[in-house]
């Protein structure tokens, strides 16, 4: 099952947001833009649809997304544009996640690990 027009469009248009905001922050060179837009249409015609049954059975709790796009992105000389961008999507932050994980996890080592008299204590040492 080929990718049908308005799922095209509309990855297009994510993709244009996505390269808008790279160039606006020096990430990607505005004569670059119409290249990466010329590799995404060219992956999404020739490498999906050639390799239709490795994206279909895709299931991103037992595979790696990277490993999947590294296979069929980054060693073709002819997507090196868009891989480029692609690494750069795929490094990026996802928010404050491990942080907040870390302060919950402590709030729970303190209220399990200690008693009254040394959250008193602590208290007291601090002030």
């Not at 796009?69 to 996802?94: C, F, G, Q």
Request: charged share 20%; aromatic share 6%; proline share 1%.
């Amino acid at each position: 099952m080929a990718l049908t027009i308005t799922e095209c469009e509309t990855n297009q248009s994510h993709l244009k947001s996505v390269l808008r905001q790279l160039v606006q922050s020096n990430r990607v060179t505005a004569t670059d833009v119409d290249d990466i837009l010329h590799q995404y249409q060219n992956y999404a015609d020739c490498m999906i649809h050639d390799n239709h049954k490795l994206f279909t059975s895709f299931n991103p709790s037992v595979s790696r997304l990277d490993t999947l796009l590294i296979d069929t992105m980054s060693r073709n000389d002819s997507y090196s544009k868009l891989w480029k961008v692609v690494m750069m999507l795929l490094v990026l932050s996802h928010g404050q996640a491990t942080v907040e994980r870390g302060f919950s996890i402590n709030k729970q080592v303190d209220t399990e690990n200690l008693s009254e008299e040394s959250v008193v204590a602590e208290r007291i040492i601090c002030d």
